[in-house]
C-alpha cells in the first residue's frame, strides 16, 4: 500500500482552466503537506494543515486553494492556471505538528503540471 | 531561507562510505538537524535527524560536532541507489511548522 498517494500524477493543460490534484494518507497522521518544486529543483511549502484546520498558508496566489475534507485527505485546487504554475507538486504527511513530534515527513511521488 | 550550507555536489565509489558535509553556524539551542534525500523523479525521503547527540539507523550515521555548527551525513557503504540529493535542514527559529529545503548537495554514486 502507498502510504502518500497523489493523482494525477502527469498533468497537461492549457493556461486559464482550473485543475485539482487529490492527495491521500494512509498512515493516520493528522497533518498533511503540500510542498511545489519548480524547475530549478526548489522545493517550497505552500500549505500545511493539521487535523483539517489549515496552519500554514505561505506566500501562495489565492488562485490556489487547499481543501481538506478530512485528516487523511489534502487536495490541491488551481484557479486560472498560468504559465509560472508548471512544476511538480508533493504532497506530504507527518504524524503530528513539526514542533510537537520532531517527526519525519512522507512524502507522495509527486504530481506533475504542465501548463501550456 | 535555508540557513544552512552543503557543497553542490559530491562522487562517491560504490561500496565506500559517503560522507555528507553541512554548515549550520546559526544554529540555535532547540533547533534540530534533518536530513533528507531525493532520488531522481521521486518525493524527498526522510532519513534521520538529531539534535545533540550522534544519531545511527538503519540508512544513515549522523555525526554533529559538539558547538553543533556543522553535521555530516554518513553513508557507510554507498551503492549506485544512494545516487540522489541531499537535504540538510534546520528548523526554523521563529517556531514555524515548516521544514525549508535549500540547494542540497547531488550525491552520484559511481561503480
Known amino acids: 500500500d502507498t502510504a502518500v498517494s497523489q493523482t494525477p500524477k502527469y498533468l497537461v493543460t492549457q493556461m486559464g482552466n482550473d485543475k485539482s490534484i487529490k492527495c491521500e494518507q494512509n498512515?493516520?497522521?493528522?497533518?498533511m503537506y503540500w510542498y511545489k518544486q519548480d524547475s530549478k529543483k526548489f522545493l517550497k511549502i505552500m500549505f500545511s494543515?493539521?487535523?483539517?484546520?489549515?496552519?500554514i498558508n505561505e506566500t501562495v496566489p489565492n488562485r490556489f486553494s487547499p481543501k481538506s475534507p478530512d485528516k487523511a485527505h489534502l487536495n490541491l485546487h488551481i484557479n486560472s492556471l498560468e504559465l509560472g504554475d508548471s512544476a511538480v507538486y508533493f504532497c506530504?504527511?507527518?504524524?503530528?505538528?513539526?514542533?510537537?513530534?520532531?517527526?519525519?515527513?512522507?512524502f507522495g511521488e509527486g504530481s506533475r503540471l504542465t501548463v501550456l | 531561507d535555508a540557513k544552512t550550507t552543503q557543497p553542490t555536489s559530491m562522487d562517491c565509489a560504490e561500496g565506500r562510505a559517503a560522507n555528507l558535509p553541512c554548515n549550520h553556524s546559526?544554529?540555535?539551542?532547540?533547533?534540530?538537524v534533518y536530513w533528507y534525500r531525493q532520488i531522481h523523479s521521486q518525493g524527498p525521503q526522510y532519513i534521520i535527524h538529531?539534535?545533540?547527540n550522534n544519531e545511527t539507523n538503519e540508512m544513515a550515521s549522523l555525526i554533529i560536532t559538539e558547538d553543533r555548527k556543522s553535521s555530516t551525513l554518513i553513508l557507510p557503504h554507498a551503492t549506485l541507489r544512494d545516487t540522489a540529493v541531499y537535504y540538510c535542514?534546520?528548523?526554523?527559529?521563529?517556531?514555524?511548522?515548516?521544514?525549508?529545503f535549500g540547494k542540497g548537495t547531488k550525491l552520484t554514486v559511481n561503480p
Open positions: 506530504a504527511s507527518s504524524q503530528a505538528l513539526l514542533a510537537v513530534l520532531t517527526g519525519e515527513l512522507f
Open positions: 498512515l493516520g497522521h493528522d497533518t
Open positions: 494543515y493539521n487535523n483539517k484546520e489549515l496552519i
Open positions: 546559526t544554529i540555535s539551542g532547540n533547533e534540530y
Open positions: 538529531g539534535l545533540k
Open positions: 535542514i534546520v528548523r526554523q527559529k521563529d517556531g514555524s511548522e515548516k521544514l525549508v
